[in-house]
């Protein structure tokens, strides 16, 4: 069955900078690739997708990028806010209608 | 307001008794999953039903059985508790509408935060 991993699993920047996180998938049939945030105690929230048939989306400070052929994609935040801490997953799906398989959780803290 | 609304908010029990987690989707969403989440660990598939119907099951002990009705509510009973099923218990539903053309986002609910004593 699919498998993903994600990387890193804390990850601390400075307030401006930059944060990337990445996930790799094993299902070569997968088509759909979604992030999650979830806020200490609260429930994960959809913050941004990715379909198979695109290569990168963007939304403001945020960006998916989806390379198929090594099977991987990243999450890119731009000009990190401290409202940015939080627990980060990545999610895999393949077929029509199946269950997400969800990477580990990457806990970013932004510091400010 | 997610639109989806998980019930009880939390749950305090003792080990060997049994709980029922209900969950009520988005309006319109035919599709409803359960996932399990421990400390320090990620999101667990537990189950899937799709208008009615058990879709999939991911690792689901023998313990725990769940049911969607015909108002689309589903519910998840967990039997014989023991300490380790405490855990943020997780229900999210999905627009998809059975076609072979998209997949969508979940909308997760609150979560149920089972204490087993």
């Known amino acids: 069955g699919e498998n993903v991993e994600q990387h890193p699993s804390t990850l601390s920047v400075q307030e401006g900078d930059s944060a990337v996180i990445k996930c790799t998938y094993s299902?070569?049939?997968?088509?759909?690739f979604p992030w999650y945030k979830q806020e200490l105690g609260k429930r994960p929230q959809l913050i941004i997708d990715?379909?198979?048939?695109?290569g990168e989306k963007k939304d403001q400070r945020i960006a998916v990028t989806l390379n198929k052929t090594a099977k991987h994609f990243s999450l890119h935040i731009t000009e990190t806010q401290p409202e940015d801490s939080a627990v980060y997953f990545c999610?895999?799906?393949?077929?029509?209608?199946?269950?997400?398989?969800f990477g580990a959780g990457t806990i970013l803290r932004v510091k400010s | 307001d997610s639109g989806v609304t998980q019930t009880p908010k939390h749950l305090i029990t003792a080990t060997g008794q049994r709980v029922t987690l209900r969950c009520s989707p988005r309006?319109?969403?035919?599709?409803v999953y359960w996932y399990q989440q421990s400390l320090d660990q990620g999101l667990q598939f537990l189950i899937q039903?799709?208008?009615?119907?058990?879709?999939a099951k991911g690792n689901i002990l023998e313990r725990f059985s769940a049911q969607q009705f015909p108002d689309l509510h589903s519910e998840l009973n967990l039997s014989s508790l023991e300490l380790g099923d405490s855990a943020l218990y997780f229900c999210?539903?999905?627009?998809?509408?059975?076609?072979?053309?998209?997949?969508?986002?979940?909308?997760f609910g609150s979560g149920t935060r089972l204490t087993v004593v």
């Open positions: 039903y799709y208008n009615g119907e058990e879709r």
């Open positions: 999210a539903s999905s627009p998809w509408t059975g076609k072979r053309i998209f997949n969508y986002g979940y909308t």
């Open positions: 299902d070569s049939a997968s088509n759909y």
């Open positions: 309006s319109g969403d035919l599709s």
């Open positions: 999610a895999a799906s393949s077929g029509w209608g199946n269950k997400l398989v």
């Open positions: 990715i379909r198979s048939n695109v």
